[in-house]
């Protein structure tokens, strides 16, 4: 897994659109971010509801860690070299329906059912 492969599916879901963010690459949805890359490219952070942070740190331990903000647990951080696509595509889809506004999402689900 790369960064090219990280754009190709964040910028694939509706009004996606990436933006510097500090010093990170940032994708957002209508200007709410849901994942960011590392200035090296090598990690992703996916801001995803806790559940999905335990099951991604359960399914991938080599790859993805818990991602904390402060006391907050805020997502995962996913190192890409070695990871598989699938998780990363899973996590990305869920950050951006947790961010993108339900008429949108129900939209998008509705042409992907």
């Known amino acids: 897994m790369d960064e090219i492969e990280v754009r190709a599916i964040a910028l694939g879901l509706p009004e996606t659109r990436e933006q510097p963010h500090f010093s990170m690459t ?7 971010i ?4 590392t200035p090296e490219r090598d990690q992703l ?9 335990h099951d ?5 331990p080599d790859t993805c860690e818990e991602l904390w903000w402060g006391q907050k647990l ?5 190192t890409l070299a070695g990871t598989d696509p699938t998780v990363v595509n899973e996590l990305l889809i869920s950050a951006w329906r947790q961010k993108a ?7 998008w689900e509705g042409q992907n059912a």
């Open 45 to 53: 952070h996916v801001f995803v509801p806790e559940d999905h942070v």
């Open 74 to 78: 805020d997502g995962v951080k996913v």
């Open 56 to 60: 991604a740190v359960s399914e991938a």
């Open 34 to 37: 849901f994942a960011t890359l």
């Open 101 to 107: 506004p339900k008429k949108l999402v129900a939209e």
């Open 26 to 32: 940032s994708f957002r949805v209508r200007g709410s």
